[in-house]
């Protein structure tokens, strides 16, 4: 386990200790009594401790007045200990298998709460059994208060997710070393998933190869499909890296001269994916981003087969706040990260998408993947 305390200059911690306060104060801020986040992202992004999601409750308990808490099964005491939660004021409290750990947290509150935020993933027995212990409390998304601290990235983080592209970039320029006439879908997916641990990441979190007609399907499952003389191969592939942040980016091989036809597609979705990174600035709204390259795409004829979203934010989660796609008023600002990753597919034919992460900065926006974005003809 990584222990949260990777840092790119002095000071700034991926995981730092005052990040509890300032969701405590958010918590107070939003008029809720307490948060209580289970294993996942927003657990991590608060103590740096990738807890195991497991059946036995693992929960941290943050009053919006009173000191924060972490309920941890006994058996997994050590795991936590050993994280950065030990290191940022927190009372790790451990239970044993015949207590009631929603009980324990009921008990341990400063007074009973009318209102709590439950983080957006907890299983629902989980808020059931908080329900049960907290009947006179009102159930919200935790969400509401995380997600506005963890849509601006700090420095560190920033950092995790370049040196996360860096990983996912070494991957595709080894693409050449898999994508071949004669092999299978699933037999180049394995030697990519295999290549993005093997180049940096903690986890695979998914690999797409879409060959063929199987490039126009934008969530394409690995197939028995043989990829043939000509065709075009969208790959898009990302991992979790041990420090908990992940990579995501999408390129579009042919594997020999692909149709005619089909490079007129790729130089116009090009077009809309470069002028969109380089529309990024502090400002612009999500639905504004979006629309630079989807006019530019509606205006070449294929607006009816870009059918997704233009990105989605990244960080701890793969998918995350904020979305670039029409009715997001959100102005971008410093410290957002997110894909930018157009598509135009052309049903039961062939299809194409190009994906880079960018990070709003300052003064602009900064590609956080640098491999060439042009069509790689494979000979």
């Excluded at 506005?148 to 950092?159: D, I, S, W």
Aim: net charge negative.
């Amino acid at each position: 386990m990584h222990d949260g305390t990777h840092t790119t200059e002095p000071g700034q911690a991926l995981y730092p200790a005052d990040r509890l306060e300032q969701a405590r104060t958010a918590t107070a801020r939003a008029g809720l009594d307490a948060l209580l986040i289970s294993p996942g992202a927003d657990l991590r992004y608060l103590t740096g401790y990738d807890a195991l999601q497991l059946e036995r409750l693992t929960c941290l308990v943050l009053p919006a007045d009173g000191r924060p808490f972490l309920v941890v099964p006994a058996l997994e005491e050590p795991a936590a200990l050993a994280s950065p939660a030990r290191g940022m004021g927190l009372e790790i409290v451990a239970w044993n298998e015949t207590d009631d750990p929603y009980a324990l947290v009921a008990e341990r509150l400063p007074a009973p709460p009318a209102r709590v935020g439950v983080d957006n993933h907890m299983w629902a027995e989980k808020t059931l059994a908080f329900h049960r212990v907290l009947p006179g409390a009102r159930q919200e998304l935790a969400g509401a208060v995380l997600n506005e601290l963890r849509l601006r990235k700090t420095p560190a983080e920033v950092a995790a997710l370049r040196r996360a592209g860096a990983a996912i970039d070494r991957v595709h320029a080894r693409m050449g070393e898999w994508l071949r006439p004669g092999r299978t879908e699933r037999e180049a997916g394995r030697d990519i998933a295999a290549a993005i641990t093997a180049e940096g990441h903690a986890r695979v979190d998914f690999v797409i190869v879409g060959s063929g007609p199987h490039s126009a399907s934008p969530h394409h499952e690995l197939s028995d499909r043989v990829i043939r003389p000509g065709d075009p191969v969208v790959v898009d592939i990302g991992g979790t890296t041990p420090d908990g942040y992940c990579s995501d980016s999408t390129r579009v091989y042919a594997v020999g001269e692909p149709p005619v036809e089909f490079r007129r597609l790729y130089d116009v979705l090009l077009r809309a994916q470069r002028a969109q990174t380089e529309a990024v600035r502090p400002g612009i709204t999500a639905e504004e981003l979006d629309a630079v390259g989807r006019d530019l795409i509606a205006e070449a004829g294929f607006g009816a087969y870009f059918i997704h979203r233009t990105g989605h934010g990244i960080g701890l989660e793969s998918h995350e706040e904020p979305y670039i796609v029409a009715g997001n008023a959100l102005p971008l600002a410093p410290g957002m990260a997110f894909s930018v990753e157009p598509g135009i597919y052309l049903p039961d034919r062939y299809g194409a998408r190009i994906e880079d992460i960018v990070v709003c900065t300052e003064d602009g926006g900064e590609r956080l993947n640098a491999t060439p974005r042009d069509l790689v003809v494979l000979s």
